[in-house]
């Protein structure tokens, strides 16, 4: 089992940039597949990036292509993603999440953060 903590949410201005973290406790992180979804008001869950094991293959919503970036660092067991030309819609809380695969991250499923709120104002 792992346990996760996300952190570096808050408010920020349209067209701004964020990092959110991740931080993982308990055995194997390095074998986990990461990813970070959000929930805005009102709406559903939904994928945004995710992160296989090794930091070679990605994956994206086609929302934040070419905005956001997820990394790693297996060693520190963090996960991160990099949030660029922010928009008032990418306000939500953000959930980092661990799974056994990068389409177990992709399908929402596995162990979840308790989240992190980003703002973005007009």
């Known amino acids: 089992q792992v346990q996760l903590v996300e952190s570096g949410g808050g408010l920020v201005q349209d067209g701004g940039s964020r990092r959110l973290s991740c931080e993982a406790s308990g055995r194997a992180f390095s074998s986990y597949a990461m990813g970070w979804s959000r929930q805005a008001p009102g709406k559903e869950r939904e994928f945004v990036a995710a992160i296989n094991w090794s930091g070679c293959i990605l994956r994206y919503a086609d929302s934040v292509t070419g905005r956001f970036t997820i990394s790693r660092d297996n060693a520190k067991k963090t996960v991160y993603l990099q949030m660029n030309r922010l928009k008032p819609e990418d306000t939500a809380v953000y959930y980092c999440?661990?799974?056994?695969?990068?389409?177990?991250?992709?399908?929402?499923?596995?162990?979840w953060g308790q989240g992190t709120h980003v703002t973005v104002s007009s």
């Open positions: 999440a661990a799974g056994s695969s990068l389409s177990t991250v992709v399908a929402g499923q596995g162990y």
